[in-house]
């Protein structure tokens, strides 16, 4: 007998690994998770009191538009809400664009670190993908431009990038989106750009403006905290969003995402004591973690990548000896940074134990 089988491509793709949690290994003890880049404080009590509200009305599907939402993001960041679209995280519209703008025989474009959900939309898609190399874990626009070809499509752009932290300023955004053909999208994955307060970042809103072949997402999950609500948006050109629109699932964003994600927009002061948070735990964190002769790089957003002298087989022992005191961290192997992991900002007591256990590991390394 035989069996329906996938199209070619499909069982090549490495599956997505999300951060371990521990909760899933039965053991009881309490768990410091800082794998996944959550926002340390958690989400706003308004966002929590509008999801609990809107259970009352889960019998009804929800708005396919996501028409309050679309306004509420409009008003904050001063966009026109009949270009936005929301989705089931920002993944969503990230594995979308190339499936309609990319196919076999087409390339899609991004860093060698960059978000892994790329090459996983680009094999999903048919496309094939292509990186290029970064210089000292950041976004070299010159290598991206080198690796553009005739067949490229879509270029990803991570600013800030996950895993690495780093980001490249405005002016060299705009000299990549003036280096790429009118035919490629340039698709600008702005996840973190609330936690960046760098004088010369851009999340790119005003390329969008400018141009018929720039789109940028963003993201609820991170310094909103509402990760668990799967809830994210892209702004783009009009013609760009229909059709995007026209194939996405309907009812894509649920009634609670909608209505958390809606009331923490409008939670200034939440995400005001977030960000301080993070700025006061993140030059502090680098500066402890360099004191124990690890290698830290500069970061502008809530996490660190943090790379081990002795190469992979010391970082391999630090995360055991992490989770060995049930603090979880991300390895790294997957992105090809074998000797690195990547530590989230966490609450104060969290930072503390942190810092403590790779301290008591480096003693005896």
């Not at 010391?314 to 989770?323: D, G, P, R, T």
Request: proline content about 6%; overall charge negative; aromatic content about 8%.
């Amino acid at each position: 007998m035989t069996a329906p089988t996938p199209r070619p491509g499909i069982l090549d793709i490495k599956p997505y690994v999300p951060g371990k949690s521990g909760t899933e290994d039965g053991d009881a003890r309490p768990v410091i998770k800082l794998s996944s880049n959550e926002s340390a404080l958690g989400p706003s009590p308004l966002a929590i009191a509008a999801a609990k509200e809107a259970v009352d009305n889960i019998v009804r599907y929800p708005d396919g538009g996501a028409t309050a939402l679309r306004e509420a993001i409009g008003k904050r960041w001063d966009l026109d809400p009949a270009r936005i679209i929301c989705s089931n995280g920002s993944d969503e519209v990230l594995e979308t664009i190339p499936k309609v703008y990319a196919g076999p025989g087409d390339e899609v474009l991004y860093s060698q670190y960059g978000f892994a959900v790329y090459p996983i939309a680009t094999m999903a898609a048919g496309a094939t993908p292509v990186t290029a190399p970064e210089s000292d874990y950041r976004t070299d626009v010159d290598a991206m431009l080198a690796g553009v070809t005739e067949r490229t499509r879509v270029v990803f752009l991570a600013n800030p990038n996950n895993p690495t932290g780093s980001y490249i300023p405005a002016s060299e955004v705009r000299r990549l989106r003036e280096g790429l053909r009118e035919d490629i999208l340039l698709v600008i994955d702005a996840a973190y750009a609330e936690f960046v307060s760098r004088d010369d970042f851009t999340d790119g809103a005003e390329l969008v403006h400018d141009s018929n072949n720039t789109v940028m997402t963003r993201t609820f999950s991170k310094i909103y905290s509402l990760a668990g609500l799967r809830i994210g948006w892209l702004y783009g050109p009009t013609e760009i969003v229909d059709a995007l629109n026209r194939v996405r699932a309907p009812f894509n964003v649920n009634s609670l995402a909608i209505a958390a994600a809606t009331a923490a927009i409008a939670d200034e002061e939440h995400v005001t004591k977030a960000r301080e948070h993070n700025d006061g735990w993140l030059p502090r964190l680098t500066q402890s973690l360099r004191g124990m002769g690890l290698i830290v790089h500069d970061s502008v957003v809530n996490f660190l990548l943090v790379r081990f002298p002795s190469g992979p087989e010391q970082a391999k022992a630090a995360e055991a000896f992490l989770i060995s005191r049930r603090i979880f961290v991300r390895n790294l192997g997957a992105y090809g940074i074998a000797d690195g992991l990547r530590i989230n900002i966490g609450l104060d007591h969290e930072m503390e134990a942190l810092t403590d256990a790779l301290a008591a590991f480096m003693e005896q390394a």
